[in-house]
């Protein structure tokens, strides 16, 4: 496709259901970025897949939170039992990695999650 | 360390002034300073990024200017326009700190 997408624009669950955020990059784009967004927060990083290397998991917040990403395509950010304040927007970005937290990261337009 | 602290939170400017967005760090070893746009149901796409072997980079009417010894940068937008208002994020990298650490964004409104 022309840019990253992202699955579903919004997500409206129950505290204590477990959901599954969708990602596809744009095509080639070797590096695939998750981030949350909170109300009048930063950009907050969860995970980065890059080839076929170990994904940097340093930024999930807890074990509820997991990704995969498969065949260096598309990738699912699932969150287990979710809480209240796993509500954000969860923004997936992709890249052509030239040098690591150099590149230009295009971005998805997010899943605003809401947890009732 | 990896901290990166912007302001102001928001901002309005009257259409045709300069916006100013701040931003300052910490981490001596950051040696890459992109700054984001985010239009409102969109993701931030990258407006202008610098590195700090120059004091300045100009892009049409942004222009990013750099202090390397104060750690400080900021995004200055020329002839605001109504269509500049969005959040803006800065976002440094470097070092061992090798994925973007985003500031915590500015809300630009230009008004009429």
């Known amino acids: 496709g022309a840019g990253v997408s992202q699955s579903p624009s919004n997500k409206v669950t129950e505290k204590g259901k477990d959901v599954e955020l969708r990602c596809d990059p744009i095509?080639?784009?070797?590096?695939l970025y998750w981030y949350r967004q909170s109300l009048g927060q930063g950009l907050e990083f969860l995970i980065y897949?890059?080839?076929?290397?170990?994904?940097?998991k340093s930024g999930l917040p807890s074990d509820r939170f997991s990704a995969e990403r498969t065949g260096g395509s598309v990738s699912t950010l699932t969150i287990q039992r979710t809480q209240q304040e796993d509500s954000a927007v969860y923004l997936c970005?992709?890249?052509?990695?030239?040098?690591?937290?150099?590149?230009?990261?295009?971005f998805g337009s997010g899943t605003q999650l809401s947890v009732l | 360390q990896q901290q990166v602290k912007q302001s102001p939170q928001s901002l309005i400017v009257q259409k045709g002034g300069i916006s100013i967005i701040n931003c300052a760090y910490e981490?001596?070893?950051?040696?890459?300073f992109p700054w984001y746009q985010q239009f409102p149901g969109k993701g931030p796409a990258l407006l202008i990024a610098?590195?700090?072997?120059?004091s300045e980079k100009k892009e049409g009417r942004f222009t990013i200017s750099f202090n390397k010894s104060a750690k400080q940068f900021s995004l200055h937008i020329m002839d605001s326009q109504p269509g500049d208002s969005a959040t803006y994020f800065c976002?440094?990298?470097?070092?061992?700190?090798?994925?973007?650490?985003f500031g915590t964004g500015t809300r630009l409104q230009v008004t009429l």
């Open positions: 970005a992709s890249s052509l990695v030239r040098v690591r937290g150099k590149e230009k990261l295009f």
């Open positions: 095509s080639g784009h070797t590096a």
């Open positions: 897949f890059q080839g076929n290397s170990a994904p940097d």
């Open positions: 981490n001596t070893a950051f040696d890459y």
């Open positions: 610098i590195r700090p072997d120059v």
């Open positions: 976002a440094a990298s470097g070092g061992t700190a090798s994925k973007l650490t």
